[in-house]
C-alpha cells in the first residue's frame, strides 16, 4: 500500500554507509538529480484524502432508525391534520441533520492540519551550493540544513551537529528539547531515542545541524501517522448505540401493537377499516413520545453549557454524555499531570539536601530540609550554587502579567533560573556584578556549558554545568560548610543514581578559580581542578490539582493509565506522585510490540504507566482495552496521539498547548490542559446521563398509560377515554413544558460515588423497565376510573375526556417530582420543593392546561368543555394518590435492593460498589 512505506532503519546505520545507500554526497544532488527524484517519489507532501461528497455527508444524517420514527410521527401528525406538530418534528428532524453535518469530516480537518505542518521553505545543500527551495521539493538523498527556529522539513539522517536540540513533543510527547548527534543507535530504538535522527514536522530549538533526507512526504514518521489516522475508525458513542437500540426496540413494539389492536378492532369488535385505522394512529402517537429527542437534544446542550463553565469545549454533542460513561481515562503525562514546565525540586549539596517547592516558571516557593523551611540566604552553598545556576545560562525569566512569566531560552536552562531567584538572586544584578567574558557551548561531544566571568578582585572565575558523570570526571573537589575537600566520587555517583531513580533530570554545577587577566578560555583550562558545588534534580512536576482529580477518578471507579513518549523512569516517578494505581508497573512501546492481542490485553488490564510509546502503541492500547469492554477517555496534544484520540470514545485534546491535528480528532478539547477538568467534566457527564434517564423515565410512562388506554378501550369495546389529537397536546405540551426542566437538575450527592456503568448497558435497564410498566399502569387505571366516574355522574363525553386529559398532566406534574430522586427515598420530599426550572414548568403547564380547558378555541380545536372545581378537586386528589403510592413502592424497592431481592448487589460489581447504571437504579441507604 502506498501509505505504508517500510521504511530501513537509518538511525542505526553509518553515516558513509547512509550516503552510498541513498547515492548522495555531502555537497548534495546537483539540479538534474533532485528533478529526477521529484519525478519519482513525489512531492514532499502528504497525500489529500478524497471526502465524501456534501450531498452524501448530508443524506447520511438521515439513515437512523430513530429518524424514521420521527419522519413516521412526522406523517402521521401530518395524516391527523396537525401542521404545526408535524412542522416541530421535522424541525427537530433538520436540526439533528445539520448538527451531524456540521461536526461530519471531523477527520479530514486533522489530516489537513498534519499537512500543514510540513514547513513551507526550507534550505537544502545542491552542487556544493546553499539554496533555499519549497519543502514540497525537497526529495530523498539532498542535504537538508537545519538551525535554531527551523522545522524539519523531512526525516533526515543527521552527519553534523552542533549543540542541537530538537523539541520532539508533537511525535512523542517527551517534554524538553532532545539532544541530537550524529553516532548510530541500536536498531530497536524507540523513536524518542533515535538521537541520529531529525524528524519532519518537530522544531529544531538550539544548535545548527546538516542531514541526508531519508524520506519524505507519506514515507515520513509525520506521513505514517497521518496514514494511521485516515484508517482508524470511530467508535459510536454509547448514548447513540443505546438510542438506536432504543428506537428499534420502541418501533418493533408499536408496530406489533397496532398491528394486533387493527386486527382485534376490525375481526373482533365490528370497527370499520376507516375507524380502525384512525384509532391505531391515535395509538402510534400515544407510543411515539415526540417530544423526547428534542428533550433530549436540549439536554445534551444543556450539558455542553455547563462543560464549557468547567474548561471543557465539547465538538461533538454526544460526547456529553460518553464522558459520563468513562471508565479508563488514558491521559499523557506532559502538559496533562503535569505543567510542562521543567522545575528544580532537588538541590543536593556535599553534607546537606535541599527540596524546593513551588511549580512552573512562577519564581516563588521555599526551601526545605527533612521537612523544615530554611533561610535561603542564610546558606552559603546554596546561594553558590544558585548564582552559578543563572550565570552559566543562556535563558531569562520575564514577567508577562501581574501573576504570569516566561522563559526565553532552553527550559532546562530557565528552570535553574527559577532556582537562582527563589534563593533570592536578582537576575539583572547578579548578571553585571560578574560580567561574562566567554563561554564554551553545550555539545554532545563534551556534554557540559561552561561560562568565564569577571570578579571584583580581578581575578576570572569559571562555571561549569552538565551531565553528573561528565562533570565529576573535571572535579578534583567538592564544596563543604567548612570549605573545599578532595570529591568523594562514588558518594556523589550515589546521589546522583538516586536522583535519577525516582524520576529527575540530574545536572552537576561546578566552578573553578581562574588566574587574573584571563578573557578568553578553552575546554584544557577547565578539564580538571573543578569544585563541585552540587548536583540539582528536574522534574516537570504534578499538577496539586490533578493529585486531587485523580483521586477522585478512583473514588468513581475509573482507572486512570499513563501513556506517554517519556522515559520510564520519569513517567513512573511522576505516576506514582499522583497516586495512580500500579505506577510500578511500567511497559515501554517496544516491550508491546511484541505482544499478540490477547497478551496486550492482560497487559493494559494490569498496567497503570506506558512508557516510550509510538502511535501505533497507542492506538493498540485503546483498542485492547476497548475489547474488555472499558469506555475510554484519551487525552493528548500532539500529532503522535491523534490516532488514539480519534479512536478513543472520547478523546480530549489540549487547548492550550496542543497542536491543530489533536484539537481537530477530538470530541473535546481543554481550555486549561489540567487533567483537573477532565474529571469535572466526567462529573456533568454523569449528571447529563442521570437527567436524560430521568427524562427517559419519566416520559414513557405518559406513553405507555395512553397506549393502555387505547389497546383496553379497543379489546372491552369501550369508548375511547381520549382522543388522538389530545394524546398528541399530551405529548408536545408537557415533554416542553414538564420534561425538559429535568435537564437542568443538578449533580445528585453520590454521583461521583458510583462505578462507571457498563458500555453495553441498555438504556432501559430491568429497572426502569419495571417503573414504566408500573407508572404506565397507574395512569390507565386512574384514567379509566375517572372516564368512568365522570359518565357515571351524568357528565357528557367531552367533559368526560377532558376531565381524562387534565388527571394524566396532573399525574405527570406528581411524577415529575417523585422522578427527581430515583436512586433514594429520603430525598424525594426534598425534591418536592423544586428547582426555580421546575416551579416554573408547573407553572406553565398550569396555564396551558387551563387554555386547554376553558379557553373557547381550544374547546373546538381539542373538543373539550370547562371542569367544575369540585371535579378540580378530586383530579388533584387523584394525583396525590397517584404520588403516594410511588413513594410506597419506591421505598418497598429500595428494601429489597438493600437485601439483594431486587436487581445487582454490590458482590456482583468488581468494584464493590454498587453498579452504576443510570439515574433509575436505587441506592440501598
Known sequence: MKHEIEQPAWYARGISDTLSDLNAQADGLTAREAENRLAHHGPNALPAVAGKSMVLRLLAQFDNLLIYVLIGAAAISAVLGHVIDMSVILAVVILNAAIGFVQEGRAERALEAIRNMISPRASVRRAGQRLAVDATEIVPGDILLLEAGDRVGADVRLIRARNLHVDEAVLTGESAPVEKGTECVDPGAALGDRSSMAYSGTLVTSGLASGVVVATGPATELGRVSALLGRVEELQTPLIRQMNEFARLLTIVTLVLSGVT????????????????????????????????????????????RMAARNAIIRELPAVETLGSVSTICADKTGTFTRNEMTVMKVVLSDRAFDVDGTGYTPEGSFSVGGEKIDPSKDIGLLQLSAAALLCNDSSLRQTGS????????????????????????????????????????????????TLHQEKDGFAIAWAKGAPERILEMCDYEATETGKAPIRSDRWQEKVEQLARQGYRVLAIASRKMDAGMHVFDAADIEHGLTLYGVVGLMDPPRPEAVAAVAECQGAGIAVKMITGDHASTASAIAEKLGIDCADKVTTGK?????????????????????????????????AMQADGAVIAMTGDGVNDAPALKRADVGVAMGVNGTEVAKEASDVVLADDNFASIVAAVREGRTVYDNLTKVIGWTLPTSGGEMLIIIAAILFGLTLPITPVQILWVNLATAIGLGLVLAFEPAEPDIMQRAPRAADAPLLSGSLLWRIVFVSFLFAVVGFGLFAWAQA??????????????????????YLFSVRYLRTTSLTW?????????LAGVGSIILLQLAFTYLPFMQI??????????????????????????????????????????????SNDRSGRLPYSGSHQLDPR
Not at 355522574?793 to 394524566?808: D, P, Y
Request: with cysteine.
Open 262 to 305: 387493527f386486527a382485534c378492532a376490525t375481526l373482533v369488535r365490528d370497527y370499520s377499516l376507516s375507524e380502525a385505522f384512525m384509532t391505531v394512529v391515535g395509538m402510534a402517537v400515544a407510543a411515539i413520545p415526540e417530544g423526547l429527542p428534542a428533550v433530549m437534544s436540549i439536554t445534551l446542550a444543556i450539558g455542553v453549557q
Open 403 to 450: 501573576s504570569k512569566w516566561a522563559i526565553d531560552g532552553d527550559p532546562m536552562d530557565a528552570a535553574l533560573a527559577v532556582l537562582a531567584v527563589k534563593a533570592g538572586h536578582d537576575q539583572e544584578k547578579l548578571r553585571a556584578q560578574f560580567p561574562r567574558l566567554d563561554e564554551i557551548p553545550f555539545e554532545s561531544e563534551h556534554r557540559y556549558m561552561a
Open 591 to 623: 516491550h508491546l510490540e511484541g505482544l499478540d492481542q490477547a497478551a496486550l490485553r492482560r497487559v493494559a488490564e494490569g498496567t497503570g504507566v506506558f512508557a516510550r510509546t509510538s502511535p501505533e502503541n497507542k492506538l493498540r492500547l485503546v483498542e
Open 793 to 814: 355522574n351524568g357528565g357528557s363525553l367531552e367533559q368526560a375526556r377532558t376531565i381524562v386529559v387534565n388527571a394524566i398532566v396532573v399525574m405527570e406534574v406528581f
Open 830 to 838: 426534598r425534591g418536592a420543593l423544586g428547582t426555580p426550572a421546575v
Open 861 to 906: 380545536l381539542f373538543q373539550t368543555q370547562p371542569v367544575s372545581i369540585a371535579d378540580g378537586g378530586i383530579i388533584i386528589g387523584a394525583g396525590a394518590i397517584f404520588f403516594l403510592i410511588l413513594e410506597i413502592e419506591k421505598r418497598v424497592r429500595c428494601r429489597l435492593v438493600e437485601r439483594g431481592w431486587f436487581g445487582k448487589t454490590p
